[in-house]
């Protein structure tokens, strides 16, 4: 059996800098994918355009062979002036991170409403805003990483109904109240979802740091959710995979004054993880929608004329096992199933 579907989009990538940024950026194109929505979350964070110029052109030296959708980080410097550069120069969007909920978050916003001005002019000049859907814990408030997703979604209303015309993308959403949010809104507001949330719950990372990303899994009824409304085919959500490259001992080990590292490495295995784990809850047939067209119509992406992708399922008594690890350069990551078998691979 096997199954073709045009050039694939991965609409949230991090592709990291400098010699892990030269081991990761080529398993973009490795998993199947030919167009990347890249992150802004670096050290220090893409926050104008001539940064951004200056990481696209880097990314292309490293592989040529993929479009890069770069994106600015949400932040005091960011005016409307910039904006309209960045729309000229090309760029797709803007990334806004609650400060301190995940990697590289340092610098994110407190507050919403000084960014209205902002917001306005990206409205005015149709480029898209990325929210990364939590608030920071707070004990007093009884916020924490299993409910910080919900008490982030009345600021996704709040600002679809300040700006009903932005574009407005709910990244990697774990929950159904996210599902029903993005659901209740208007044909502006879209949400990605991740393979691995596709495929995890809680008891997956509590005690196995190789399973843990922020936002974190949640229940099985949420899960539920995620994949219900893929199997359902609607149009504005589709594959953002959150890829989050990060060195082994920063994963594998935390201390009591650290934690381990968040995020799930999936870029070179993603189009065969994609279709294995469709497989799992019968949503095959959903799988050029989920990384081909939904995505790239909201984003208003043309398909790459003519480029495809061709998956195989591995015949019985085959597999394709998912490489231990990934090196180069002193450089090395672990991808999610490390040594597990997948259905499918690229032909």
């Not at 409403?113 to 990325?130: G, I, Q, S, T």
């Not at 991740?194 to 099985?220: E, F, I, M, R």
Request: proline content about 8%.
């Amino acid at each position: 059996m096997e199954i073709s579907v045009p050039a694939p989009a991965d609409f949230h990538v991090h592709l990291r800098q400098g010699s892990l940024s030269e081991l990761v950026t080529p398993h973009v194109r490795k998993g199947g994918v030919f167009t990347a929505y890249v992150m802004p979350n670096l050290k220090p964070p893409i926050t104008n355009t001539d940064q951004a110029l200056t990481y696209k052109a880097q990314l292309e030296a490293i592989d040529p062979n993929v479009k890069y959708l770069m994106t600015l980080y949400l932040s005091p410097e960011l005016t409307p002036e910039e904006i309209r550069k960045a729309k000229q120069a090309g760029i797709a969007g803007v990334k806004s991170y609650p400060r301190g909920v995940t990697t590289n978050s340092d610098s994110g916003i407190e507050s919403y409403e000084v960014y209205y001005p902002v917001f306005k002019a990206m409205e005015e000049n149709d480029m898209v805003l990325n929210l990364h859907g939590e608030v920071p814990s707070d004990a007093s408030k009884n916020i924490h990483i299993l409910n910080a997703e919900p008490q982030f979604l009345p600021h996704l209303d709040t600002l679809h109904k300040a700006f009903p015309k932005l574009r407005i993308v709910l990244e990697h959403a774990t929950t159904r109240a996210a599902v029903e949010a993005v659901k209740a809104c208007g044909p502006t507001v879209a949400c990605t979802i991740t393979p691995h949330h596709l495929a995890l719950t809680v008891d997956d990372w509590a005690g196995q740091s190789w399973n843990y990303c922020k936002p974190v899994a949640k229940y099985p009824d949420d899960r539920e959710a995620l994949r219900s409304v893929i199997k359902e085919g609607h149009p504005r959500f589709f594959l953002g995979s959150d890829s989050a490259p990060h060195p082994p001992h920063t994963k594998s080990t935390s201390t009591p004054a650290c934690g381990c590292a968040a995020g799930i490495y999936t870029s070179p295995i993603l189009l065969p993880l994609v279709a294995h784990i469709l497989e799992s809850f019968d949503a095959l047939d959903k799988l050029e929608g989920y990384v081909s067209t939904f995505g790239r119509k909201f984003y208003k992406e043309e398909n790459d004329a003519g480029s495809r992708v061709t998956l195989k399922r591995n015949s019985e008594g085959q597999s394709n096992l998912v490489e231990e690890s990934f090196t180069s350069n002193g450089e090395s990551v672990v991808p999610f199933w490390a040594g597990k078998a997948l259905n499918w691979s690229i032909v």
